[in-house]
């Protein structure tokens, strides 16, 4: 059974750099063909994908999200990490990793809890 954890601070101010992490439990980020995603949902508002890190170690990026985001990992620690950078209040969101069988198709088998994200000075 594959468990996904998200940590990070739960309040950013706005400029500066969200760093969110998931660490998974009971299977391989490296292990082919698994793709590990960050998602986010703004209050009264739906699912956004914001970017994954693929089993090989590529990433790819909402193109709406794309300058402002980084998705990297330490296989040392089975953990991917992400970025977003010059956060304002629209970021504030719950976060969740996921991983996926797919790097074209977005369907999750798994996911983390959330974690709570608000952006305010």
């Known amino acids: 059974q594959v468990q996904l954890q998200e940590s990070g601070p739960g309040l950013v101010k706005p400029s500066q750099t969200l760093s969110l992490t998931c660490t998974v439990f009971?299977?391989?980020?490296?292990?082919?063909?698994?793709?590990w995603s960050w998602i986010r949902q703004p209050p009264g508002k739906g699912l956004e994908w914001i970017g994954y890190?693929?089993?090989?170690?590529?990433?790819y990026y909402s193109p709406s999200l794309k300058s402002r985001t980084s998705i990297s990992r330490d296989t040392s620690k089975n953990q991917f990490t992400l970025q977003l950078s010059s956060v304002t209040p629209e970021d504030t969101a719950v976060y969740y990793c996921?991983?996926?069988?797919?790097?074209?198709?977005?369907?999750?088998?798994?996911w983390g809890q959330g974690t709570q994200v608000t952006v305010s000075s």
């Open positions: 996921a991983r996926s069988p797919s790097g074209a198709v977005q369907v999750y088998e798994y």
């Open positions: 009971g299977g391989s980020i490296t292990t082919s063909n698994y793709y």
């Open positions: 890190i693929a089993y090989s170690g590529s990433t």
